[in-house]
């Protein structure tokens, strides 16, 4: 049955001159009113709709808990409707509907029944209800334009107070050869921590508790990445199987925070209390020295395709918000995966973007930005350009300019994947690295155990040094130097570190797709059995006495060559304390423990903690593992040594011929410290079945003598460090899939 159009109280209409178009959005003017301005290039009206409940005791989705009053606006000027009204307050509900052209075949799907989100809003209210009144993009059961009010069945767009700057007076500013990323996703990361009270687990709030603080400081992180934390709604197939988007990469309104990561508290007082809640977070994880950059996603939106859901976007401007595929009749283009593109080929999709990253830059206070599939952002009517309008405008632009500015670079389009082209100061994700990673500790290894070849290093020596294949390609070149490469080795989707070593093929039968979603793509070892210990077992009982010390070693390994390597490190949440999704490697749709970071540690957890704290120590400590630029094989000014040197099994330099034995496992990797004051570093990187003894190369002049400092064989950082019976001086006995880490002061 049909639901009851709201009531409408028709006002006056104001009279605006073409020269007062305000900014984009809706804004609180001095005089108690508000200005209002949407982009609707081709409609023939649009209406300004304030909403107001009157009777908050229904429920959410009743049309009888609204009544509606409607203002028609001034426009099209260069095809925004604008206005000024009087008398409206931050706090007001209000939405758009929009008169024009029904004619799905041309890309036109105004239909004015459909009350329209802001793109704009600052604040948003309620929730999608997934019923016809807002899917199948507006059509009815015809394929004209459906007449069912969408009122109650969508969130609505809040005024919100007029905008203040940023909290905290001066951001954290770490450099990039000093930072360490952390990914982590705000609910899952504090839902169950136990020194975190429950009223703010799960929320912005709880993630600047200072437990949670704690933990990232003593882990030495100094740069917190969150996923999307832009208000965002579920795919219609997820609700209908009662799951949800979790991670969040479904973008609903670029400018409002997501008010679900609020607390209770901020919830019930609005979205003004919402915001403040985020602002609050940034600025607490400033005052500890904690930069805050957020995963962002303005390639698509969470409407999907042409007969998914009608919120926004679609009913204001279809065409050119929207990139289509030129046919007749117009079909939406994606090069996403979700259905549907925004279409960086015009201004005004550019211009939101940037307007929402200087909003949450200058409002909200974070420090830059991690680039969800950029490679989008990047496309004209050629394909992918890296000096497109947005990418150079984030280069040049005062405010964004200065900010971490990281791209995924990639999208699924033709020729979408494009590690290693975004422009300076631009970094990237850089798959190749965890692509080496992987297959050198667990590929290879896994293939060896049954008794196949094993490949050897050249691929992972190339990451650890920095990528200057990858990332040295510029104007003049190697301006980017190695922390243009955000090195990881897991991510939000993929196993993550401890699943990676227990599991040789995916398992995500709880995301109800018969586990054929998600990558095949792992490079995993479980190293003889497939899954964790089961509940009430442990390491002591066969089979697994053989198997889990190698796994941690395998962890341990893992974690050493992000941390050692050159390039920018990302942790992702949990893998230094051990956390499993039981095998699943997409699990966007779980929020559920699948997900949530467990902080119930064992003593294995525990050690791994203690292990990846001590790296990223040793990182810090030593200016050797915190290369700026990329090493050319040379003397440094003033230094005799080349900034870089490897050597063999022997100790000696490794040459031409040298390099070009296939299937090499192991390596010498020696780092000088960039100064007459700081220590060398020489990493030992072993991928073979047999251990070594191994002659370790002559400390450079100046240093003393080489000194193991960690091993990945040593379940914890203060392991044994007597030397082994086999060893003699300048000799090192390096057991078979590990790492060693000497260093010589000066």
């Given at each position: 049955m049909?639901?009851?159009?709201?009531?409408?109280?028709?006002?006056?209409?104001?009279?605006?001159?073409?020269?007062?178009?305000?900014?984009?959005?809706?804004?609180?003017?001095?005089?108690?009113?508000?200005?209002?301005?949407?982009?609707?290039?081709?409609?023939?009206?649009?209406?300004?709709?304030?909403?107001?409940?009157v009777d908050p005791d229904k429920d959410q989705h009743d049309p009888e808990r609204y009544t509606e009053r409607r203002i028609t606006l001034d426009g099209p000027t260069y095809g925004v409707w604008h206005g000024h009204v009087a008398n409206?307050?931050?706090?007001?509900?209000?939405?758009?509907?929009?008169?024009?052209?029904?004619?799905?075949?041309?890309?036109?799907?105004?239909?004015?029944?459909k009350l329209l989100l802001d793109p704009y809003a600052r604040g948003i209210e309620g929730e999608v209800a997934y019923v016809p009144a807002t899917l199948d993009g507006g059509a009815g059961d015809d394929g004209g334009p459906d007449e069912q009010d969408s009122l109650p069945y969508v969130p609505h767009a809040v005024v919100m107070p007029a905008e203040q700057g940023p909290r905290s007076?001066?951001?954290?500013?770490?450099?990039?050869?000093?930072?360490?990323?952390?990914?982590?996703?705000?609910?899952?990361?504090?839902?169950?921590?136990?020194?975190?009270?429950?009223?703010?687990?799960?929320?912005?709030?709880?993630?600047?508790?200072?437990?949670?603080?704690?933990?990232?400081?003593?882990?030495?992180?100094?740069?917190l990445e969150l996923l999307p934390i832009h208000a965002s709604t579920a795919e219609p197939w997820l609700a209908g199987r009662g799951l949800t988007n979790y991670w969040g990469y479904s973008t609903m309104g670029f400018f409002a925070p997501h008010p679900a990561y609020a607390t209770a508290a901020a919830r019930e007082a609005g979205p003004a209390a919402v915001l403040d809640e985020v602002r609050g977070m940034v600025h607490l994880l400033h005052e500890a020295g904690i930069e805050v950059i957020l995963d962002v996603v303005y390639n698509h939106t969470?409407?999907?395709?042409?007969?998914?859901?009608?919120?926004?976007?679609?009913?204001?401007?279809?065409?050119?918000?929207?990139?289509?595929?030129?046919?007749?009749?117009?079909?939406?283009?994606?090069?996403?995966?979700?259905?549907?593109t925004l279409d960086f080929r015009r201004t005004r999709v550019v211009q939101m973007a940037l307007d929402s990253l200087r909003y949450w830059a200058e409002v909200v206070g974070v420090d830059g930005y991690r680039f969800d599939l950029a490679v989008?952002?990047?496309?004209?009517?050629?394909?992918?350009?890296?000096?497109?309008?947005?990418?150079?405008?984030?280069?040049?632009?005062?405010?964004?300019?200065?900010l971490k500015l990281v791209a995924e670079p990639w999208d699924v389009g033709p020729g979408g994947w494009r590690t290693g082209r975004f422009p300076a100061p631009m970094a990237e994700w850089n798959d190749r690295f965890r692509n080496a990673a992987r297959s050198f500790w667990l590929e290879a290894a896994r293939a060896g155990s049954h008794g196949a070849p094993m490949h050897g290093l050249r691929e992972l020596t190339t990451r650890l040094a920095g990528s200057a294949d990858l990332f040295g390609h510029s104007d003049p070149p190697l301006m980017r130097g190695p922390v243009a490469s955000v090195n990881y080795v897991t991510a939000h989707d993929g196993f993550t570190l401890a699943d990676?070593?227990?599991?040789?093929?995916?398992?995500?039968?709880?995301?109800?797709?018969?586990?054929?979603?998600?990558?095949?793509?792992?490079?995993?070892?479980?190293?003889?059995?497939?899954?964790?210990?089961?509940?009430?077992?442990?390491?002591?009982?066969?089979?697994?006495?053989?198997?889990?010390?190698?796994?941690?070693?395998?962890?341990?390994?893992?974690?050493?060559?992000?941390?050692?390597?050159?390039?920018?490190?990302?942790?992702?949440?949990?893998d230094e304390m051990g956390r499993s999704q039981g095998g699943n490697n997409n699990a966007y749709a779980q929020d559920t423990a699948i997900s949530w970071v467990d902080w119930d540690l064992n003593a294995a957890d525990r050690e791994l903690l203690a292990?990846?704290?001590?790296?990223?120590?040793?990182?810090?400590?030593?200016?050797?593992?915190?290369?700026?630029?990329?090493?050319?094989?040379?003397?440094?000014p003033g230094e005799d040594h080349p900034d870089l040197l490897w050597f063999g099994t022997d100790g000696v330099l490794m040459d031409a011929e040298a390099w070009a034995v296939d299937g090499r496992r192991l390596i010498q990797m020696l780092r000088p410290g960039p100064g007459?004051?700081?220590?060398?570093?020489?990493?030992?990187?072993?991928?073979?079945?047999?251990?070594?003894?191994?002659?370790?190369?002559?400390?450079?002049?100046?240093?003393?003598?080489?000194?193991?400092?960690?091993?990945?064989?040593?379940?914890?950082?203060?392991?044994?460090?007597?030397?082994?019976?086999?060893?003699?001086?300048?000799?090192?006995l390096v057991e078979s899939l590990s790492v060693e880490v000497f260093v010589a002061r000066r």
């Open positions: 049909e639901a009851a159009r709201p009531k409408v109280t028709p006002l006056t209409r104001p009279t605006r001159t073409r020269s007062h178009v305000p900014p984009l959005g809706v804004r609180p003017t001095p005089d108690g009113g508000i200005d209002v301005a949407v982009l609707a290039s081709h409609a023939h009206g649009v209406e300004l709709c304030l909403v107001d409940v409206v307050s931050p706090g007001q509900r209000y939405g758009f509907r929009v008169h024009g052209p029904w004619d799905p075949g041309a890309g036109m799907r105004h239909n004015p029944a007076s001066q951001r954290p500013r770490v450099p990039w050869a000093d930072t360490v990323v952390y990914e982590a996703h705000v609910r899952g990361l504090t839902l169950l921590h136990p020194e975190v009270p429950e009223e703010l687990r799960g929320t912005y709030a709880g993630l600047a508790h200072p437990a949670v603080i704690e933990h990232l400081t003593s882990l030495g992180v100094t740069t969470c409407e999907g395709g042409d007969d998914a859901l009608h919120l926004s976007w679609r009913g204001l401007d279809n065409t050119l918000y929207y990139l289509h595929d030129g046919g007749t009749p117009a079909r939406l283009a994606d090069v996403t995966g979700t259905g549907n989008t952002l990047g496309r004209d009517h050629d394909g992918y350009n890296p000096d497109h309008p947005f990418l150079s405008a984030l280069r040049t632009d005062p405010v964004l300019s200065g990676l070593v227990a599991f040789d093929h995916k398992h995500n039968e709880a995301n109800g797709e018969d586990n054929r979603d998600g990558t095949d793509d792992n490079r995993s070892w479980n190293h003889g059995v497939e899954g964790h210990t089961p509940e009430g077992d442990d390491a002591t009982t066969e089979p697994w006495s053989a198997v889990v010390p190698l796994r941690r070693r395998s962890q341990r390994n893992l974690l050493a060559t992000l941390l050692l390597a050159a390039g920018t490190p990302m942790i992702t949440a949990g292990t990846a704290r001590y790296l990223v120590g040793l990182r810090s400590e030593h200016a050797a593992l915190r290369a700026e630029s990329f090493f050319l094989g040379t003397p440094r007459d004051d700081e220590a060398d570093v020489l990493c030992v990187l072993h991928g073979g079945l047999e251990d070594v003894v191994l002659t370790l190369p002559e400390p450079l002049e100046g240093a003393g003598p080489w000194q193991r400092v960690w091993s990945s064989t040593w379940d914890t950082p203060d392991g044994p460090e007597q030397a082994d019976e086999e060893e003699t001086p300048g000799t090192a």
